[in-house]
């Protein structure tokens, strides 16, 4: 999901404003895609975020990773 999102902030129209839109829920998150992330991945053609397996969560045993945004 974070991909197609940076994707649609570097394509900068209206219309993917909005797509964007539905697809988050917080404006200010909208707002960073459109004015920070799409400036600074403009000449990446994709690969924005790195993930981590982090191993299993004590409790429930969940399987937990960390995503982290490539600089």
Same mark, same amino acid.
């Given at each position: 999901?974070?991909? $197609?999102?940076?994707? %649609?902030?570097? $394509?900068?129209?209206?219309?993917? !404003? !909005?797509?964007?839109?539905? %697809?988050?829920?917080? $404006?200010?998150?909208?707002?960073?895609?459109? /004015?920070?992330?799409? /400036?600074?991945y403009?000449?990446?053609?994709g690969?924005?975020? !790195?993930?981590?397996?982090?191993g299993? !969560?004590?409790?429930? #045993?969940?399987?937990? #990773?960390?995503?982290?945004?490539?600089?």
């Open positions: 999901m974070t991909e $197609k999102v940076i994707t %649609l902030g570097k $394509k900068g129209s209206l219309h993917h !404003r !909005r797509q964007a839109a539905a %697809l988050l829920t917080d $404006k200010e998150a909208v707002r960073k895609v459109f /004015d920070e992330l799409a /400036d600074r403009g000449d990446r053609e690969g924005y975020t !790195r993930s981590y397996k982090l299993k !969560r004590k409790g429930d #045993a969940a399987d937990m #990773a960390m995503v982290e945004l490539v600089s």
